[in-house]
């Protein structure tokens, strides 16, 4: 069984940054792209970002392109999420998820294992 754990959200002022984490359990960590997703209040879950099981390809939404940065350690079994220049809409539960797609998918059916999701707050 698969294991995600999300830590690192909390409350930044807008222009902040915050730095996600997410430590996958399993010994296949490497074998799989990971992705970032986002659920803000009465929203769907959307895609933010994901990387290729090498962690040579990334993809964005374009709403964090250029403010957000995607990165693993297969050493150390974690995706991490560097987020800059924070805005109030980025306000959301953020989740990491396992892709089956080993490129890295932005499509949530994609993915077969959630963590259980942080809470990232801006405040304007």
């Known amino acids: 069984q698969v294991q995600l754990v999300e830590s690192g959200g909390g409350l930044v002022q807008a222009g902040g940054s915050l730095r996600l984490s997410c430590a996958a359990s399993g010994r296949t960590f490497s074998n799989y792209a990971m992705g970032w997703f986002r659920q803000a209040p009465g929203k769907e879950r959307e895609f933010v970002a994901a990387?290729?099981?090498?962690?040579?390809?990334?993809r964005y939404a374009d709403s964090v392109k250029g403010r957000f940065t995607i990165s693993r350690d297969n050493a150390k079994n974690t995706v991490n999420l560097q987020m800059n220049s924070l805005k109030p809409e980025d306000t959301a539960v953020y989740y990491c998820a396992r892709d089956r797609d080993p490129i890295g998918s932005m499509s949530r059916d994609s993915y077969d294992y959630w963590g259980q999701g942080t809470q990232v707050t801006v405040s304007s």
């Open positions: 990387i290729s099981w090498t962690g040579r390809t990334t």
